[in-house]
């Protein structure tokens, strides 16, 4: 399957999972009291993930914007995982999940964009490794496909930088911080119209 077929797939499959999760939403609640130590802890960590999501992934695109499948761009966060960009997208999805004040609710969305991406990933792979044969196999097998491995972390003196690729990915990724109000919002919805909170979550 051609990667775009696949990139337009994995966002169809993720707009499904978000309406989803805007669903349940509606339905359940958190079980830790308002504005309680532990619900407060949750946010501000959900708020640490999300910042470093955004940070993350507009880092990434320094390195590898618009060379993705065309250069083995093996260097700077790519030296310690071969997708950085996803690797911070879980934790933005995390923290995503962690603004309904539930760890078991931000597990979940994690692990769901996880599956997601491991799919696309696999695709991705196989076109590197048509593209870049014995180089990409090497470079496989020496680099993590998702958790960094910081020791192995080598860089460049230069960069060629596509300046409006790195503010797209900028701007793409401030959209997990509507994940906050568009949270809120559908409380104070399920508030209004008074409808049942049929499941706590931890």
Partial sequence: ???????????????????????????????????????????AISFVLLAICILGRTWCSLYISGRKIRDLVDYGPY?????????????????????????????????????????????????LTVAHGSSYTDYRARVPRFMPRLRQWTSVSRLEVQPHLVVRTFFDSLLFLLAGPVVQAIIAIRKSADLPVLVLLP
């Fill in 79 to 127: 030296s310690i995982t071969r997708n950085p960009l996803y690797f911070f997208t879980f934790l933005g999805a995390v923290g995503v999940g962690l603004q309904m004040d539930s760890v078991l609710f931000g597990l979940t969305v994690g692990i769901l964009t996880f599956v997601v991406f491991s799919v696309v990933v696999r695709h991705e792979e196989a076109a």
């Fill in 1 to 43: 399957m051609p990667l775009e077929r696949v990139q337009s797939l994995r966002k169809l499959v993720l707009a499904v999972l978000l309406v989803g999760i805007l669903a349940l939403c509606l339905v359940s609640g958190s079980r830790w009291p308002d504005d309680g130590p532990v619900e407060l802890t949750i946010e």
